[in-house]
């Protein structure tokens, strides 16, 4: 049963310091997407991909969050520097090729003291 | 861009009544119509999901209706169990790009 896998599952960390969260989408879906949530703001997306290409951004802070794929087998975010606003869950989703399904990890818990 | 709204926010119900919710959303080029399962501490999950050349979608105890003339799109969940209790979510997209999600209806289902 093949899963989208993400690390770490939590992360603490104090304001100012850099974060990188880490996603496996499930092999062979070439979309890859990051979403946000909180009790605040419900799901928000912030950056999707398809086959590696960034395809969307516009939802995330540009000053301080960045996302790639380095590879088809790994997605990163990294927020830097980290503010407390930032705590959330981060979950990345995968999607295969033609087809609309996302599937989603287990999420990054990040606190920001 | 797609603003999804979600309706109700909290719904309890009976052990073996239905359960309606209810989404509305504002793009009239948005096609795919997911609904994920949350929950406490988990994953989203797709549970069903619906696309804009059908009407009306049935898995079992779930089912999606459409109406895309209306823009709004609704989960019928029958006969529920206690493990049916979780937030479930509504999502609109075209063609998987910038899905956008309600709110949230936090389902429980009394014993």
């Known amino acids: ?113 | 861009g797609e603003n999804v709204e979600q309706h109700p926010s909290t719904l309890s119900v009976q052990e073996g009544d239905s359960a309606v919710i209810k989404c509305t959303y504002s793009d009239s080029a948005s096609n795919y119509f997911p609904w994920y399962k949350q929950e406490l501490g988990k994953r989203p999950q797709l549970i069903i999901d619906i696309r804009s050349n059908v009407g009306e979608k049935k898995d079992q105890r779930i089912a999606v209706t459409l109406n895309k003339t209306a823009k709004h799109f609704s989960l019928h969940i029958t006969e529920t169990q206690p493990e049916d209790s979780a937030v479930y979510f509504c999502a609109a997209a075209y063609n998987n790009n910038d899905m956008r999600f309600g709110a949230g209806t936090r389902l429980t289902v009394k014993p």
């Open chain 1, 1 to 113: 049963d093949a899963r989208v896998t993400q690390t770490p599952r939590h992360k603490v960390t104090e304001m100012g310091q850099e974060v990188t969260m880490r996603c496996q989408p499930i092999l062979g879906h070439n979309t890859v997407f990051w979403y946000r949530q909180t009790m605040m703001q419900g799901l928000e997306l912030l950056a999707y991909f398809r086959n590696r290409a960034p395809l969307d951004d516009s939802g995330m802070p540009k000053d301080r969050f960045s996302a790639e794929m380095p590879d088809a087998t790994l997605a990163t975010l990294k927020i830097q520097p980290s503010e407390p606003r930032d705590s959330a869950v981060y979950f990345c989703a995968s999607g295969p090729n033609r087809a609309y399904e996302q599937y989603f990890g287990p999420g990054t818990r990040l606190t920001v003291t």
